[in-house]
């Protein structure tokens, strides 16, 4: 009996000592694999940039600069270009140059008009945008705060806001709500917008809350004209010794076709920039724009602000 386990041993060594030369010839084998592959990346050609999103609240502003190759290189801004703005199709007035690539007019957006810009790059030619303001402004009927009233799937208690949203009939709504918290420490004041999500159909089948955006975008498309009841989760890690103010800033924006195809589009590009060891290199996601002959977005909303406390 002492004789079979002698030999049981020596098997079990060799066998282990097997394993091992066979593990170390993998590895040198993997390492002798790597091999250095040069190509070239091809790189579109620079365009002007414009980025501006109007609103019946405040006086239409546009930024302009130059796209680049890089997002760790600064944009080049614009200083030299002429802007025209146009409404229902007639001219309104030409915007003025503020400093630091902003163009900007006292004329405030109409709600239910259409605007349009007609802007003019030296050696880039003309860029045309447009988009139109949506008709009525929405607001949320009796918005009201519930600390500590759901468990995400990861365990993490948060914070509730119910409200009921009256959608127009006969028409096709875009809509996005975020929250703003503000909180303090010794000396400062600062704002976050925490992590926001819902269980609610109209919501869910966005498909956006895979990336955890700061802002739901949803549409009217479950119920059209009708008063739809919605809950919205909220919550998220402030800073240690920070003391959180009992209200909290709710946005809900009634906002353009536009405005929701670039937004949707803006999410999912900001989270495939770079891959992960799981997912491997992710695929780049094109962004949505409106621009003629350049890149960028001219889109229109709707704003209503509540401050609501706990």
């Known amino acids: 009996m002492i004789h079979l386990n002698l030999k049981r041993n020596e098997v079990n060594n060799r066998m282990k000592n097997s394993c091992f030369q066979v593990l170390i010839c993998i590895l040198f084998s993997l390492y002798g694999c790597e091999k250095e592959v040069s190509f070239k990346i091809s790189t579109l050609p620079s365009k002007p940039v414009i980025n501006s999103f109007f609103t019946p609240d405040s006086a239409l502003t546009i930024h302009l600069s130059k796209s ?97 949203l009256p959608d127009p009939p006969g028409e096709q709504n875009y809509y996005e709500i975020r929250i703003i918290m503000d909180y303090s420490d010794s000396t400062n004041l600062e704002y976050i917008v925490p992590f926001i999500t819902s269980t609610d159909p109209s919501i869910t089948q966005e498909g956006d809350l895979y990336y955890y955006p700061e802002s739901l975008l949803f549409t009217d498309k479950l119920f059209d004209g009708q008063q739809k009841n919605f809950s919205i989760y909220y919550g998220g890690y402030l800073c240690t010794g920070c003391i959180e103010h009992p209200s909290i800033l709710v946005e809900l924006r009634n906002v353009s076709y536009t405005y929701y195809q670039y937004k949707k589009s803006l999410i999912r590009h900001i989270e495939n920039q770079s891959g992960d060891i799981w997912n491997g290199m992710a695929n780049p996601i094109p962004v949505f724009s409106n621009i003629t002959n350049g890149y960028g977005i001219f889109a229109a909303y709707s704003s209503h602000i509540d401050t609501l406390h706990y």
């Open 68 to 164: 680049t190759d890089s997002e760790y290189r600064e944009p080049e801004i614009i200083n030299n270009a002429r802007i025209d703005l146009f409404t229902n199709s007639v001219f309104t007035e030409r915007l003025s140059y503020l400093g630091d690539g902003k163009y900007n007019t006292p004329y405030k957006p109409v709600s239910g008009r259409d605007y349009s810009i007609l802007v003019t790059v030296p050696g880039y030619g003309e860029l045309t945008a447009a988009d139109r303001i949506v008709s009525q402004k929405v607001a949320p009927i009796n918005p009201t705060l519930i600390e500590d009233n759901f468990i995400d799937e990861e365990g993490s208690v948060l914070d509730e806001l119910q409200f009921v």
